[in-house]
């Protein structure tokens, strides 16, 4: 029979199946280490549910990918950015995203060999990096000595939220997959603390550095792994150890000064998408990720680093009362064996990790979305497996053991069943739906057409797509439609009617024969209703940006004059899948208008 290999921990085949898996994992054998038959079925069956579940996650990340369809406006982003003509350039437009260096250094390489314009060999990339996204739980599980990342592949594997931006031409995915990565080399490094090879602190250091280069929260969550590895260092008094820690840290956090130029210039036009985010709201968006698909899942998250962090909170006050207490001398090794440095690690860097990540995102006060939380809650996930599954089977504390080992897979089973389903019809939704516009469009357009693109922001993913003859208008207009440009727009919201130019060629194109094509709805206010005047925005003493919702007074003026001079007009058929989904972020209504009265 031929042999299934299943990452880089077991290989399957018909007839030697117990053979290998106890190969890979000693303590399956009922005569060694878990003595009793509990024990022995409890790790096959961790090792069968996990096999199942990193089968059942790789198949949706290839689900996602072949049905996620074209890229959305974040990702054109992206990818105009890393393939400007020079990398000088690519570097001086690094306001118009929102990382670091590195993703747009792996998109350029990955674009020059495969092509800018191939989307498959796009999708291809976040598939790869998706994948390796459940290599690394198989890593880290390891090293933690969990051998089957159960909740972290059942957290993570199976969140739809996270395989669809993870699997994105966006950094998160490779920022996860580094973060994880780092978060391994950390504990190898604090894994015996006294004397860290130089290779571990070699591997360190380069991740930690390229974990911060990839996503600028990873700096939020490296700082919870130095004080996670500090915290094992301490009990330890590996003072050496904890000082090179320190240094490793703060050489990342150093490599980061370059970009404080470009962080100072983006506050020029940041506030047009600041928001007063309170930390209720950062909880309501970050259920979005955890309660994926589920909502109740939620409380899922939330009761496991509650009985996690409160596991690991009485046994260490616990053994701290015993070193304090009248017999410390005698007792102290068995202190220090009741809780786990692995479990101290992983506690400690979740706590500062959720605390540091929050107050970050409070501080830079954005309308955050679902992907701003999918890197936290990998990180989460991957520290709960450490904390529940690093115990040493201890036979004077079997019974506590087997409760921690049997949760994880009840709980990987549980998130299975009932979530799968609601996975597996959500994960083909489309990103957008603006490519399959812009063909129906470049199908019927002429020269001398318009075509006007309401929310400007949606003309970077059309302008991918569109290659016809027709004029491309936005509101208001702008010049560069390669990336996001609120530096122009933030200037023609100084301007008096920013919106007339637009109006004039819309009358023109009418006027002379030729068609008006909408990429998408425009409001249209009734003829007796006042439109607010638009003034410039100001900044008061206190710093704070006051204005008002220039882009819906833009484009209510612009319907309003449609409605009142266009002789008739139709909506566009866009061509989906029939049952197929579009996410709301860039699901657009198209339509046509000709004649003038």
Known sequence: MQAVSIGPVLTLTGAGIETELRAADPSLDCAGTLSNSVGCWLRRLEWAVGIIIVTVAITLHIRFVTHVGGLWRDETNSVNLATLPTFAEVWHFLDYDSFPILYFALLRTWAGIFGAGNDEALRALGLLI??????????????FGCRVPLLSLALVGLNPMIVRYGDSNRAYGLGILLILLTLRSFWRLVERPAAPSTRRIAVAAILSVLSVQCLYYNAVLLLALATGAVAVTIRARAWRTAGIILLIGAFAGASLLPYAPIIIRMREWTFLVSYPASFSW???RAGEVMGSPEPGAVWLWVALVVVGLGIATVLGARALLRRRGPKADSQSQQASEGLPAAVIFAAVT?????????GFLKMLNYYTQPWYYVTLAAFVACTLDAIFAAWPINPNHNRFTMALRCLRPAVAILLLCFTLPLTWSELPTRHTNVDLIAAQIQRHSQKGDVILVPRWECAISFCRYYHGQGELVTI???DDHRFHRYDLVL????????HQPVLDRLEQALRSGHRVFLADALPVPDAEVQLPSLRAPYQDPNGGWHGVPYDEIWKAHVGRFLRTHAKRGCRIEV????????????ELDPGVLEGWH
């Open 130 to 143: 998706g994948l390796s996204v459940l290599g690394a739980l198989w890593a880290n599980a390891r090293a």
């Open 282 to 284: 950062l909880w309501k």
């Open 350 to 358: 979740l706590v500062i990790g959720v605390a540091g990540y929050s």
């Open 476 to 478: 208001p207009p702008i």
């Open 491 to 498: 200037a023609q919201m100084s301007i008096a009617n920013a």
């Open 575 to 586: 061509p989906l899948t029939p049952g197929a989904q579009v996410q709301n972020f860039e």
